[in-house]
């Protein structure tokens, strides 16, 4: 048994005390104004011979202050449940007054000349990120916070309170092998 699962073998900088399910993907969205819309795309890994696929929207109005009136960015996050089983349920929620926020900070200007150039010549990854940014993210019962790299045009800070939704969502069976590696 590998008692560093749980952690991604990284106990120093993972930690989940409570059993939560992870759940990894991207979001990709933007604000215009004192508006925001947000889409996102999650799964799970295998969890009790179970994996999660969701896809999320959220929109809602917000606040914020930045050196543009818009920003369109998209990054690659984790969130968590409180949920000892797969449930992509677990994000929706269609009540502003009950908790839906994305509060964030970003500075990204897009991609450069120079960025452009390398994907073209096969030297840089098309999806490298071109920025920085910070989030706290609360979808229904999950949620998460986390730093790092984001790719777009995002100049500002911000906070949204909105309602999530849940447009996609399905539960499969893991194969015999994601199984037996979620033991170890």
């Known amino acids: 048994m590998n008692s560093y699962l749980y952690t991604e073998e990284t106990p120093l900088g993972n930690f989940d005390l409570m059993g939560l399910v992870d759940w990894e993907g991207s979001v990709t969205g933007g604000t215009l104004l004192t508006a925001g819309i ?28 930045g050196l543009i009136d818009f920003s369109f960015s998209s990054s690659d996050l984790k969130l968590h449940d409180a949920l000892s089983f797969v449930d ?12 839906g926020f994305i509060a964030s900070i970003g500075l990204s200007f897009g991609v450069t000349a120079q960025q452009e150039l390398g994907r073209i010549l096969g030297g840089a990854a098309p999806n490298s990120p071109t920025g920085f940014g910070c989030a706290a993210i609360r979808l229904g019962d999950a949620g ?24 996609a969502s399905r539960v499969e069976s893991c194969s015999i092998i994601d199984s037996l590696l979620s033991w170890f």
């Open 144 to 167: 998460g916070y986390d730093c790092g790299g984001i790719r777009g045009l995002d100049l500002g800070a911000g906070v949204f309170f909105g309602s999530s939704t849940v447009t």
């Open 38 to 65: 947000f889409s996102f795309e999650l799964k799970t890994k295998c969890v009790n011979g179970k994996q999660g696929f969701v896809s999320i929207a959220f929109a809602g109005p917000g606040i914020g202050v």
């Open 88 to 99: 992509p349920m677990v994000f929706n929620n269609k009540s502003t007054l009950n908790g």
